[in-house]
């Protein structure tokens, strides 16, 4: 049985510090693009591939920008052993990679 516990929000700050944290894991292995984690957990430069063309991704750009909706991005949470949650990307990984990009000036 599933349990869903709550429905938050986050500013794009937030969502980006969280990447940094390695508080969200935008690379499980089901994702499309998934790269080996073992060597660089909760890096969103090393790890994850990027899918999306460079004109899907300046369209995704120009929608921040402009301040347009942008879809939601879908986590499943993960708690380890000590408490820890990590927020497994279920949808919305090249958003992800993007609002990371972004944030990198590259």
């Known amino acids: ?7 938050s929000f986050l500013t794009s700050e937030t969502f980006l510090e969280m990447i940094h944290d390695a508080e ?6 089901y994702q499309r ?4 984690r073992a060597s660089f957990p909760g890096s969103y430069l090393c790890g994850p591939e990027v899918v999306w063309s460079e004109p899907k991704q300046s369209h995704l750009i ?3 920008y402009r ?5 939601p991005v879908v986590f499943a949470i993960q708690r380890d ?3 820890f949650e990590t927020r497994v990307c279920v949808d919305g990984k090249q ?4 609002f990371s990009t972004i ?4």
């Open 1 to 7: 049985m599933f349990k869903t516990e709550f429905l």
């Open 103 to 106: 944030r990198q000036g590259i």
């Open 67 to 71: 301040n347009f909706y942008i879809p």
């Open 24 to 29: 969200i894991d935008l690379d499980p292995p």
């Open 33 to 36: 693009g998934s790269s080996s």
């Open 81 to 83: 052993e000590d408490g």
């Open 62 to 64: 120009e929608s921040i």
């Open 95 to 98: 958003v992800g990679i993007v």
